[in-house]
């Protein structure tokens, strides 16, 4: 059975930073993703790193500011985050993307996990 599973999410202040991790099991993937969506807004595209670890791409909103990283050995995708702000509060999901892709498309994702909410106060 396929599973992702995201851990890390919490409450911060702004400025402050949080490591998300996601946990996969039941088979290897390629690409990872991660999206985050905050109440009232649509989901939002956070980054994507390729198989190998060789490819990542951010959201311009979150350049410069957050890192993911993948240990294959662990099967897990981290996405560390840093000088947190306000507008960053969301749940955030990590997503394994169908073979072959390297997207910041959510259609494009064929396993999620259900998300963890992190929340950063002003």
């Known amino acids: 059975q396929v599973q992702l599973v995201e851990s890390g999410g919490g409450l911060v202040q702004a400025g402050g930073s949080l490591r998300l991790s996601c946990a996969a099991s039941g088979r290897t993937f390629s690409s990872m993703g991660w999206f985050r969506q905050a109440p009232g807004k649509e989901r939002e595209f956070v980054g994507v790193?390729?198989?190998?670890?060789?490819?990542?791409y951010y959201a311009n909103s979150v350049k410069g500011r957050f890192t993911i990283s993948r240990d294959n050995a662990k099967n897990t995708v981290y996405l560390r985050m840093n000088s947190l702000k306000p507008e960053d509060t969301a749940i955030y999901a990590c997503?394994?993307?169908?073979?072959?892709?390297?997207?910041?498309?959510?259609?494009?994702?064929?396993?999620w996990g259900q998300g963890t909410q992190v929340t950063v106060s002003s």
């Open positions: 997503a394994a993307g169908f073979p072959g892709t390297f997207s910041t498309v959510a259609s494009d994702y064929e396993y």
């Open positions: 790193i390729s198989g190998s670890g060789s490819s990542i």
